[in-house]
């Protein structure tokens, strides 16, 4: 993992790697509304985790979620063979420019998320780009919004007291740092 850049007295680190290999708190996946797994990240952190994460999922959509996770809303797992100890899944908007209500779905993917480490007190929490690859959410908007969203968190809780924006390609992390609202 690279650490490219840090804002808000180190709360908050802009990383490129692999979300998967790290040994943290909490790593958010970007998942669908079924918890079943997927593709792309929620891909590479069901392979990661092994079946008990898979299995946590299932007793989850039996148990509290019988019609799936609904957009902007998340849950927390344990990690199964991952080196992080949970994973927090959210489910982000599948991208569509002519729905007014995508900034606000996307925003509660990050703050319900931060909600859920806060209330279970984990220090460090990473995010990869919800929403940016398969569900199409143009990457230079997503910036703007997860930023804000992990901000506006920051500042009102101690908890967590770091988040990492976690980034696969170089590229997707220039273009999330050109349009972030970090302070400079
Ligand atoms: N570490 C960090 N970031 C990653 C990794 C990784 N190992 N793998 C991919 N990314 P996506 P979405 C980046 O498509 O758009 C799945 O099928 C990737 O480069 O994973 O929210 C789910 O099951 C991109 O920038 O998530 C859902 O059906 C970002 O993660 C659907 O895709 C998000 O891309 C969710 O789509």
């Known amino acids: 993992m690279q650490q490219i850049k840090s804002f808000l007295n180190n709360r908050i680190e802009?990383?490129?790697g692999d979300i998967t290999t790290l040994s943290i708190d909490a790593i958010v996946n970007a998942a669908n509304s079924s918890l079943l797994g997927g593709g792309g990240v929620d891909g590479a952190i069901?392979?990661?985790?092994?079946?008990?994460l898979l299995e946590e999922c299932r007793q989850l959509r039996s148990s509290h979620y019988p019609n799936g996770l609904s957009t902007g809303e998340a849950v927390i797992t344990k990690a199964g063979n991952l080196p992080s100890k949970h994973v927090i899944h959210t489910v982000g908007?599948?991208?569509n420019p002519n729905d007014p209500a995508m900034p606000e779905l996307l925003a509660s993917c990050y703050t319900t998320s931060l909600?859920?480490?806060a209330e279970h007190k984990l220090t460090v929490v990473a995010f990869p780009a919800v929403s940016t690859g398969?569900?199409?959410?143009?990457?230079?908007?997503a910036a703007n919004i997860a930023s804000d969203a992990v901000i506006a968190?920051?500042?009102k809780?101690?908890?967590p007291q770091k988040v990492i924006f976690v980034f696969f390609k170089t590229k997707d992390a220039d273009i999330f740092l050109d349009n972030a609202g970090f302070p400079q």
């Open 14 to 16: 802009v990383c490129i």
């Open 46 to 52: 069901h392979r990661a985790a092994g079946p008990s």
């Open 93 to 95: 908007p599948i991208y």
């Open 115 to 117: 909600t859920l480490a």
């Open 134 to 141: 398969v569900y199409g959410y143009p990457k230079s908007k």
């Open 153 to 155: 968190f920051l500042k």
């Open 157 to 159: 809780n101690a908890f």
